[in-house]
């Protein structure tokens, strides 16, 4: 592990830059029953400011859970450039047309045919508490490099910046 002293606002524009680009985060939601329940969610690609967005339909099963449940986690994974993120907070229905509005994306008319016009159409707004990130070096020679260093030396491989992220409880006015 690397380690460099990173300030947290340090460390949330990293975290922003590594979820950046990757459309789709695997949701995971606590079922009425207890058990844990994942699936994938396209997330809205703008600067990360500590909070995520997604687009749902607000009758759906996932909605029950975080309306009973509002603990989320995240999973970011683009193993072709070796960035993997986990985030944890609290999700919240958001039913805002002008937020919908600034977020959209003419593609989620595959989702919701009526566009912004859709009766159903909500948002999930995730406030980031936890998060942590798993960096490694984007050269493959390097991480090469840095495995045959670890077997020779009999030293722990550590692959790249592994770096956690606690903003505490959300902050909402």
């Known amino acids: ?21 990757i459309k789709v985060a695997m949701m995971t939601t ?18 990360f400011d500590g909070e995520l967005w997604f687009f749902t339909n607000d009758h759906t099963h996932k909605v029950d ?3 009973k449940d509002h603990h989320v986690s995240l999973a970011y994974s683009d193993p072709t450039r070796d960035r993997y993120v986990s985030v944890s907070g609290r999700c919240t229905l958001i ?4 937020k919908a509005k600034e977020l959209w994306n003419p593609a989620l008319k595959a989702w919701f045919p009526q ?11 995730v406030s980031v508490e936890k998060a942590e990130y798993w960096d490694t070096p ?29 903003r505490g409880a959300p902050r909402h006015n």
Request: glycine share 8%; charged share 30%.
């Open 95 to 98: 039913h805002d047309k002008a």
């Open 115 to 125: 566009g912004l016009d859709d009766p159903n159409l909500a948002l999930l707004r």
């Open 65 to 67: 859970e975080v309306q």
């Open 138 to 166: 984007n050269s493959k020679m390097v991480q090469l490099v840095g495995f045959v260093k670890a077997v020779l030396t009999g030293d722990k491989y550590h692959p790249g910046d592994n770096q956690k992220l606690d």
């Open 1 to 21: 592990m690397t380690t460099t002293t990173k300030t947290p606002q340090d460390v949330v524009e990293h975290l922003g830059k590594l979820i950046h680009g």
């Open 30 to 47: 606590v079922d009425t029953d207890g058990s844990l329940r994942s699936r994938p969610m396209w997330t809205y690609d703008k600067d």
